[in-house]
């Protein structure tokens, strides 16, 4: 059996404009994204990865780059969206086929490909030349009665495809892909809890996520209030330990995000939660920070709402 899904689009949360900002961006809301992009790297490891993006001209809020640590040692890798852009930034990426299936077999409860194969296209000499990228479940693919939880349990055949088109683009822009680490589980799936060494197939705990009747660390509660203040957006209040309000649920935080993008006719947050009312907290940050500061927001007052306990 062949299968063929179409490649999603190559989408940005900054534009080219504001790349030339991204130093900025990092410094203006540096204690934001490490406590959701690099909670577990210490100071040097954080400065190389803000250098990192700067020169790759990544952005981590934009699911672009991640940073991980294979054997005690920090490495950076762009995620799948990350390398279409590097890619389409060249001026040779000339498109790409559908990722092509083959096979199907079923692994702890879970129906699967057994191979994804991925061709994009390079203009060489002003002529258009295809780069094809293979990936194997077997070889790829995390193992044991977890997998049902994974992205790979959820999505067996985006995250396959991931695998094979991350082959195809390193064999055709391999110089704009050189110093990066490539994993085998896939780069860098922001909700992939699953992160491997060559050869070795290694589970960590997956990234943190939450449950909206949960309350918020003093952290995140201190960082989400200065880039709410910055935003204009109501109803995420600063902790203060020696006085009330008590550190705010998730749900308060959800409620006061969309009532801001609701009034700025942003539509509904790029934010996910599950039926069971579980959700990525990345996500949820991330579509803070895409909301312009108020000094640059017009009418950003009148989306402000307060909400009680």
């Not at 057994?114 to 390079?122: E, I, M, P, Q, S």
Request: aromatic residues 8%; contains cysteine; glycine residues 8%.
């Amino acid at each position: 059996m062949t299968m063929t899904v179409a490649q999603p689009e190559v989408t940005s949360l900054v534009t080219r404009e504001e790349w030339a900002g991204l130093p900025r961006y990092l410094d203006q809301h540096e204690r934001l994204i490490r406590l959701t992009y690099g909670p577990n790297l210490n100071d040097n490891e954080w400065q190389l990865f803000r250098e990192v993006c700067v020169v790759r001209r990544l952005n981590p809020v934009a699911g672009q780059i991640t940073a991980f640590h294979i054997n005690d040692r920090v490495s950076f890798s762009p995620t799948i969206q990350g390398r279409r852009v590097i890619a389409q930034r060249t001026g040779d990426y000339a498109g790409a086929d559908e990722i092509e299936y083959s096979g199907e077999a079923r692994s702890n409860g879970v129906i699967h490909p057994l191979v994804a194969r991925a061709t994009v296209y390079r203009f060489v000499r002003g002529e258009r030349c295809a780069f094809t990228g293979t990936a194997r479940w077997s070889e790829r693919a995390p193992t044991g009665p977890s997998l049902p939880r994974t992205s790979w349990g959820r999505q067996p055949y985006v995250m396959l495809g991931k695998c094979a088109e991350t082959a195809a683009l390193s064999r055709g822009f391999p110089e704009d892909f050189e110093g990066f680490v490539e994993e085998p589980t896939g780069p860098a799936d922001a909700d992939d809890p699953v992160r491997a060494t060559p050869g070795v197939t290694v589970e960590i705990p997956p990234p943190r996520k939450a449950q909206l009747h949960e309350r918020l660390s003093p952290q995140e509660q201190q960082a989400l209030s200065a880039a709410a203040l910055e935003r204009g957006v109501m109803g995420i209040k600063d902790y203060t330990p020696d006085q009330p309000p008590p550190v705010q649920r998730w749900l308060e935080i959800a409620r006061a995000i969309g009532s801001a993008y609701e009034a700025r006719g942003l539509g509904t947050p790029p934010y996910r939660v599950l039926p069971n009312g579980e959700f990525p907290v990345g996500e949820m940050i991330a579509a803070l920070l895409a909301i312009e500061p108020v000094s640059e927001a017009a009418g950003a007052d009148e989306g402000a709402v307060e909400y009680d306990e």
